[in-house]
Structures are given as C-alpha cells and as structure tokens.
C-alpha cells in the first residue's frame, strides 16, 4: 500500500506561482513512479507531470510543458510542482499518483494515463483568476 497526501494549493491570480506537496509513504521502492494530474469540473482527469520517485526522467503534459516543474525531495519522500505563470484554464483539483513502471518492449517506463496508477492522494484544489 502506497500513501499519498497533497498539500499548497489555493486561489492565485493569472500569472501568479503555487507550489504543490505531495507526502509519499508506504511500501514504495525507488523505482516507483510519481505524477500529478488534474481535473476540472466536466472534464477528464488530465496528465500534467510524472517521474520516477528517486528523481531522473522528467515528462510534463503539452499545455503545462515550460511552466510547470516536477521535482521531489528523496530525503523527505516528498514531491513537488512548482506552477509558474498560471492560467486560468490551470483551475483544477490537482492529485498525486503512484504506481510500478509498466514494461513496453522490455524497457521500464512511467505511466501517463490516470487509469494506469493505482495509488492516490485526495486532491487538492488550485484556482487561478483572470
């Protein structure tokens, strides 16, 4: 069992910065990977960022790809986004995911739909006004 708890967001201005925590406990191992994705009302929940848990490959989602960062804290179990130059089309819930690498043609790799992680945290809601 993975745990997962978010934490940061909040209501911000168009152009303006928040970053989101995500706690990871449990039984993780260092080749697990992390994401965030979000949800806004009526629309799927979406792909913003993932990596491994012990830090390297970084893939973002094409309309955060230049604002958006994935970074985590090894020491802390701890993963971040940094979200810069909002927009309001970023209002979302944002969620924290975690899941085994899937193996494509014997390479291990992060999944990137939210039906592939099985672990998740409870979501934490981030607005961003015009």
């Known amino acids: 069992q993975v745990q997962l708890v978010e934490s940061g967001g909040g209501s911000v201005q168009a152009g303006g910065s928040l970053r989101l925590s995500c706690e990871v406990s449990?039984?993780?191992?260092?080749?697990?990977?992390v994401g965030w994705f979000r949800q806004a009302p009526g629309r799927e929940r979406e792909a913003v960022a993932h990596t491994y848990i012990s830090g390297g490959m970084r893939h973002y989602g094409d309309s955060v790809k230049g604002r958006f960062t994935i970074s985590q804290d090894t020491a802390k179990n701890t993963l971040y986004l940094q979200m810069n130059s909002l927009k309001p089309e970023d209002t979302a819930m944002y969620y924290c995911a975690a899941d085994r690498p899937l193996s494509v043609a014997g390479t291990l790799t992060c999944p990137t739909r939210a039906y592939e992680y099985n672990y998740w945290g409870q979501g934490t809601q981030v607005t961003v006004s015009s």
């Open positions: 449990g039984d993780t191992r260092s080749y697990y990977c």
